[in-house]
Structure formats: C-alpha cells, structure tokens
C-alpha cells in the first residue's frame, strides 16, 4: 500500500459556488467529482504543495490560502495500486475564472481528466454523480453558512 500526504483546494467563489474537477479512474472508468490538489512532494509545505497543484490543475496562480477546514483520511484504489492518503482541505476564496487542464505534468493525470464544473452545494446534492469527499453538498452547505470551524473537522470516508 502506497501512503501519502495531499493537499486539496476549496475554490469557493463569492456566489458560493465551488470548483470541482471530474476525473477518471483509469482501470474502472469509474468518474467521480473532486477538488483540486494532489499529493505532497517530499519535503514541500502545505502552501507550496497547495500552490503547485492549484495551478496544476487549474491554471489559476495567483491566490491566498484561506484557513484549513477539513481532514481526512481515504483507502482508496488507483491505476490497479491501493492508496491510503491523509488529505488537508483548505478555503480558497477566489473571483470564478475559466480553469484550464493545460499544465497538467504528465500523461496519466491528462487521461484522467474529465472537465471542470462550478457546482452549488444544491446542484450537488441533486446530482446522482459521485463526489469526495462523501457528503460533500452539506459539508459546503455548513462551511458557506457557518464560516471556517476553529479547529479542522476529521472527516470519514
């Protein structure tokens, strides 16, 4: 089993609507939502891991990082390999922009990509495709309505 540590982004624009990038699984096809981030290059910081992946993923560079709300830690199975990742989620509050896939560093992470989409915790809720984390929908809901929580919420699965 692979373990690693990742960062993820909360792209929350001011109409509260947040940014997910769809991806695909490529053994399963299996296509989920996610947000974007990745796995922590060794010896790098959160906030450097953060920006990188950010602008990886999205093209978006230029933005401040907003407190840590969520943590969790997910088993999960990619490319035929079992992961365990232990996951930070931060508040990013940025102006909604066109995000673009063209930095992507390699190959598999270009194959894997499916689109990007602005999503209402609503629209999520409706949806009947998969998200991550589970619950997502009223997990923004909580975060959009009460704010950032003092301390990280550990969340499960």
Do not use: C
Not at 37 to 42: A, E, N, R, T
Not at 68 to 92: A, C, M, N, P, S
């Amino acid at each position: 089993m692979i373990e690693r540590q990742a960062v993820r982004a909360l792209l929350v624009s001011p109409e509260g609507e947040l940014l997910l990038i769809k991806i695909i699984e490529p053994q399963s096809q299996r296509a989920f939502w996610l947000t974007p981030g990745g796995g922590m290059d060794p010896g790098e910081s959160p906030a450097a891991s953060l920006r990188r992946e950010v602008f990886e993923e999205t093209g978006l560079g230029d933005f401040e990082i907003g407190p840590e709300v969520w943590r969790r830690e997910h088993l999960f199975t990619w490319d035929g390999k079992d992961i365990l990742q232990k996951e930070r989620y931060y508040l990013v509050r940025v102006t909604r922009f066109e995000p673009t896939h063209q930095h992507l560093p390699d190959e598999v992470e270009r194959m894997a990509f499916g689109g990007f989409r602005w999503w209402r915790a609503a629209d999520i809720e409706q949806s009947p495709e998969a998200f991550a984390p589970r619950g997502l929908s009223k997990l923004l809901q909580a975060l959009l309505q009460n704010g950032p929580p003092p301390q990280p919420i550990v969340l499960t699965g």
